[in-house]
């Protein structure tokens, strides 16, 4: 096996998630660590322009807070899915044991089982870095209060990590105050969650936080499966489909400010938290229907409550209104001004902000 550390690039989009890809210099073989739907075009890019060839998408866990990308990435590259064999995600080409190996050219991961967050958390050593996901952050760790979280199981993850050396480099999956990578012996000597004794992490962990947003629907594109390419569809592919209102809807699932600041026309509102309780008004909408928000996250959590509801016959518009605005696409407005795509007051809080809903313990 090479001693020369394997590269590494992270990869942050988001405000407080973290996507890594790594590869081997020799063989350009690669392995990107929990990515997500929304940023996948961008990893596509990013593997073209590194020239690596994409082997592994791993999933730290089940993410209860954002839609994983790795079955996106499939779809594009032919990577395969590795999750924990702790995972009951029917995702995977892979359900990955305790101290299994992937290899890299000359390198390997080491898939280390730690549960205490979720019950299939895992966490990546690549010989100098561990990739700790939602199980360990810099000076905080994974909240256990739901989806099986176990703050005792946390405890001994936690030591298993500790177990792979003072020296070892700490990447975790989200972080809420800006910092990067940190060390185990760092983690040791200031992380309160990290250093506590077995009685005192569970009693840091005795609050309960609210549900992520969405998490029904997050769950069900993560577990069971994602959007098939064939129902993704661009800007320039909207006007193939006719009259909206007549020959097919343009459902739009923001929140009414940011509907009224710019929208496609003839575009309808039903925000996301109303589709449910309004389905019996979807049924007699013209179908298709393209799903429409500010990114493509929320049409996409919008296509998962119609497939629960059997109705399959949906499109997702891609990138959402910042992709039509992008692609210089007429829009209107009820404001008096110029339309303009915005983040609605309501959207503070979104998948990985911290506040509440969040993976942290806070
Ligand atoms: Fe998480």
Redesign the pocket.
Known sequence: MSVATIEMKPIAYGRDCKTYLLWDADTKEAAIIDPRFDHVARYVREIEQTGVKLKYAIDT?T???HLSGSDRLRNLTGCAIVMSDASKSKVPDYKVADGETLKLGGHQLTLLHTPG??PDSMCIFDGHRVYTG?TLFIGSA?RTDFMGGSPEKLYESFRKIEALGNDVEVWP?HDYNGHEHSTIAAELETNPHFKADRDGLITMHKIKGDLPANMAEILSFNTEAGIEENKIIKPTDVASFGTPGKDFTLLDSRYVDEFEAGRIDGAILIPLPELHDRWAEVEKLPHPIVSVCRSGVRATMAMMTARHAGDENWLLLEGGMQAWQKADKPMVSDTGKDPDVITSKFAVGGSCAAGGGT?SAG
Do not use: F
């Open positions: 866990h993410h209860a807070d967050h979720t939602d994974a999956g993976c």
